[in-house]
């Protein structure tokens, strides 16, 4: 067996490195099935593999919906609808075909489990698992279809950098006048729809009338569909995903009225560190930023790094000069995204604190608020913790995945937060 083992780690060990997790544990899991991948013999396909190897994954028992087609690339797809009138959908292209199925969120799909492979085929495992759902892919989620009055529309934006679908939420209450905008960044494995059902910003947005918009990421620029916020080119200020992100908030903001003073970004885990990075990167279109379960701008460079930042916490960066008000979410007990990661967000900020709180949620979790200043004194920063909640949305709904039901609603604060700030023009 050790024979076997050893040509397929140095194999193992490159595709990992680049990235390229899906082939990766496809080889782990012929190798331990006897195969020696340098033989020649046949093995089956990872299509085939990967789905022998799903996990057990709770799932709502409500009924999946037809999904939405996406729309063809387009920068900006729909004018401003008419006070009253219901906004009128483009023709609808052909469905592109579905995505290969991805990488199975645990390790429970290998034969014996862990106990049984070799140390160094174990400890990479062990690596690879620790990234759970920030890298890891699995099937989509089932969620419920929406159930707000407003309209959750389907749209796409292109740019040089590339192309993403997305979604928009626009609430009843929207009738022509201006409004404000929140772009909500999935984690991996998660969409849109998933993403909206968990947190339930729609409600928020539709008692609130603002509107909010659901980037999505896709499998083939990420196998796990998620943000590639540890890729420095995909950090920058008008480059890759930074660019698609921010320019889906502008197509959003010429389409309907939205008040520019009052753009806000928020992210879970990959979408929360590529909130981080946004609000580092264009500080003129983002007012505040909510940050979940992620990490801080610029906490890691390539693929290495990423894992060392999620696993130790990031390092401790320069605190950015102006940073943009900031709320951070991070449960005590997050083994996926170090909780270290929470304090290194809000030691960028550079603010100074003001005063510590303590309380319990209705459900029952035990939270602490840390409130900070910035140089003029303006209490701009939060800091919450929840005491015994993993990598989960704070206050979610169990309708999408990766919630903490129990949890104070990180999405009530969040809008609360943002409400409170606005970009102020000189």
């Keep these: 067996m050790r024979n076997k083992i050893l040509p397929g780690m140095a194999e193992v060990t490159r595709l990992t490195r680049a990235g390229r997790l899906g082939e990766a544990?496809?080889?782990?899991?012929?190798?331990?099935?006897?195969?020696?991948?340098?033989?020649?013999?046949?093995?089956?396909?990872?299509s085939a593999e990967l789905a022998s190897a799903q996990p057990t994954f709770p799932k709502p028992t409500v009924p999946r919906p037809a999904a939405a087609p996406l729309r063809a690339p387009q920068a900006r797809v729909m004018a401003a609808p008419t006070p009253g009138a219901t906004a009128p959908e483009p023709p609808v292209p052909p469905r592109p075909a579905p995505a290969a199925p991805g990488l199975p969120g645990g390790l429970s799909g290998l034969p014996g489990g862990l106990p049984g492979l070799p140390d160094s085929l174990r400890d990479l495992m062990r690596e690879i698992g620790k990234v759970g759902p920030l890298f890891d892919g699995l099937a989509e989620p089932t969620v419920p279809a929406s159930t707000e009055p407003g309209l959750f529309l389907d749209r796409s934006f292109a740019n040089a950098a590339g192309q993403r679908a997305y979604k928009l939420y626009v609430p009843r209450g929207y009738r022509g006048q201006a409004v404000p905008l929140v772009v909500m960044l999935h984690g991996c494995t998660q969409s849109p729809d998933d993403f909206a059902a968990g947190t339930g910003m729609n409600r928020i947005a539709e008692a609130e009338t603002f509107l909010v918009a659901y980037p999505a990421q896709t499998a083939a620029a990420n196998h796990a569909r998620c943000w590639n916020w540890f890729n420095t080119t995909d950090q920058r200020r008008d480059r890759g995903e930074a660019s698609i992100i921010a320019?889906?908030?502008?197509?959003?903001?010429?389409?309907?009225?939205?008040?520019?003073?009052?753009?806000?970004?928020?992210?879970?885990?990959?979408?929360?560190?590529?909130?981080?990075?946004?609000?580092?990167?264009?500080?003129?279109?983002?007012?505040?930023?909510?940050?979940?379960?992620?990490?801080?701008?610029?906490?890691?460079?390539?693929?290495?790094?990423?894992?060392?930042?999620?696993?130790?916490?990031?390092?401790?960066?320069?605190?950015?000069?102006?940073?943009?008000?900031?709320?951070?979410?991070?449960?005590?007990?997050?083994?996926?995204?170090?909780?270290?990661?929470?304090?290194?967000?809000?030691?960028?900020?550079?603010?100074?604190?003001?005063?510590?709180?303590?309380?319990?949620?209705?459900?029952?979790?035990?939270?602490?608020?840390?409130?900070?200043?910035?140089?003029?004194?303006?209490?701009?920063?939060?800091?919450?913790?929840?005491?015994?909640?993993?990598?989960?949305?704070?206050?979610?709904?169990a309708a999408g995945s990766y919630t903490d039901p129990l949890g104070p609603d990180a999405s009530r604060e969040m809008w609360r937060f943002f409400r409170e700030h606005a970009i102020t023009r000189h």
């Design 247 to 397: 320019g889906i908030a502008r197509a959003v903001m010429e389409d309907y009225a939205v008040d520019s003073r009052r753009v806000y970004v928020a992210g879970l885990s990959a979408g929360g560190a590529a909130a981080a990075n946004l609000a580092a990167a264009y500080p003129d279109l983002f007012a505040a930023v909510g940050i979940h379960s992620g990490l801080c701008a610029g906490a890691a460079s390539d693929l290495t790094s990423a894992l060392r930042a999620m696993r130790d916490g990031a390092r401790a960066v320069t605190p950015v000069r102006d940073a943009l008000p900031t709320i951070v979410f991070h449960g005590d007990q997050d083994s996926t995204v170090h909780p270290r990661n929470g304090a290194a967000i809000i030691a960028a900020t550079g603010g100074t604190l003001l005063r510590e709180e303590a309380g319990v949620s209705p459900n029952g979790r035990t939270w602490r608020r840390s409130i900070l200043a910035d140089g003029r004194g303006r209490p701009i920063f939060e800091h919450w913790v929840i005491q015994g909640s993993g990598h989960a949305w704070s206050g979610g709904d």
């Design 25 to 46: 544990l496809s080889l782990i899991q012929r190798v331990v099935r006897g195969r020696n991948p340098d033989s020649g013999a046949p093995a089956p396909s990872a």
